[in-house]
């Protein structure tokens, strides 16, 4: 009786291969998940736009930002489209007002970018998780 060659994968070779994907998954994970809430700030960036131009609209026909102006275009609290932020209006006055994002859900992860805001001089500021002041925030 002739004797078959083997075939298949031995034990150790399947080790080995799945050693190797290990270490990939652990190498891109971490830049996936840093590229995906990078992106999710977009939904920010675009409602904080959004509202501004309505607020500014608002203000060429009262020309006044405060809180007594009839302003029905924008509802204030809210929740960002994609639901990654929600956005509050605060520091409102006559001349003066600051939007900001602040980040929920998933989108806590991100402890480098957690809220953006942008006021009635297009100053965009933003801070990390313990409120430390961040540059990169608004950077594409």
């Given amino acids: 009786m002739a004797q078959r060659p083997q075939r298949g994968f031995t034990l150790i070779e399947l080790m080995v291969a799945l050693a190797i994907v290990a270490v990939l998954v652990a190498v891109a994970l971490p830049s996936y998940t840093s ?16 509202d501004q131009a309505i607020i500014e609209r608002c203000y060429a026909q009262n020309y006044s930002y405060a809180a007594d102006q009839p302003c029905t275009a924008l509802q204030i609290p809210q929740t960002s489209p994609q639901g990654y932020y929600t956005i509050a209006f605060s520091n409102r006055d006559a001349t003066h007002y600051t939007l900001t994002a602040t980040a929920i859900l998933s989108q806590l992860d991100d402890t480098t970018c957690r809220t953006l805001s942008i006021d009635q001089t297009n100053n965009k500021t933003a801070a990390d998780a313990s409120g430390t002041p961040q540059s990169s925030c608004w950077n594409p």
């Fill in 35 to 50: 590229h995906v809430l990078h992106s999710h700030r977009s939904d920010a960036m675009a409602t904080l736009a959004q």
